[in-house]
Every structure is written in C-alpha cells, then in structure tokens.
C-alpha cells in the first residue's frame, strides 16, 4: 500500500514563499513519477508540478512556471514543491500523488495518478 503524506502548508501573504513536501512510503519510491495538484474551493482539481521517476524530466502548469520548482530526493523519499512569488490564486488545498506504473512517463492528467495523499492547505493573503 502506497502512502503519501504532505505538509508544509500554510497562510502566506502574496509575494511570499512557501515549501510543500510529501513523504512517500511501502514502495520503491524511486521508480515513479510525481506529482502535484491543487483543488480551490468550487473548482476541479488541477494539475500544478510533476517530476519524472529520476528528477530529469520537469513539468508546469502555465499559470506557475517561473515562480514554482518540484524537485526530488529518492534516497529520503520525498517530492517537494518550493512555491515563491505567490498570489491570492494559488490558494488551494496542495495534493503529491503518484503514478502507479515504474519508469511510465510524466503526466499532467489527474487520471493517470493512481495514489493521493491527503491534502495541505495553502492560503495566500492579498
């Protein structure tokens, strides 16, 4: 059973910063791509982040490339988003979830994620 668990969330005022993390645990970590999602209240949840199973490949939503940077470190088992110049917008509850398959290849498509942690919120203060 595949356990993700993030923190890192919190209230922020715009123009800040902020570093969610996400803890994986009961497989080989290493062998899967990552990503992360956000849910705003009365909206869908969609796609923000998502890192390849080795930390080569890189994707972002538009709305947040060049203020937010995943990255990966597969010895600790751990996916991270560092969230910088943050706007009003980007207040949503922060999803790390994972790909069921091994070496299968970065999506931005919450249908292709098989594991889900819990959530952490973000609020970002105007």
């Known amino acids: 059973q595949v356990q993700l668990v993030e923190s890192g969330g919190g209230l922020v005022q715009a123009g800040g910063s902020l570093r969610l993390s996400c803890a994986a645990s009961g497989r080989t970590f290493s062998r899967y791509p990552m990503g992360w999602f956000r849910q705003a209240p009365g909206k869908e949840r969609e796609f923000v982040a998502a890192?390849?199973?080795?930390?080569?490949?890189?994707y972002y939503a538009d709305s947040v490339k060049g203020r937010f940077t995943i990255s990966r470190d597969n010895a600790k088992n751990t996916v991270s988003l560092q969230m910088n110049s943050l706007k009003p917008e980007d207040t949503a509850v922060y999803y790390c979830?994972?790909?069921?398959?091994?070496?299968?290849?970065?999506?931005?498509?919450?249908?292709?994620?098989?594991?889900w942690g819990q959530g952490t919120q973000v609020t970002v203060s105007s």
């Open positions: 979830a994972a790909r069921r398959t091994a070496f299968s290849s970065i999506s931005k498509f919450t249908a292709e994620y098989d594991y």
């Open positions: 890192i390849s199973w080795n930390g080569a490949g890189v």
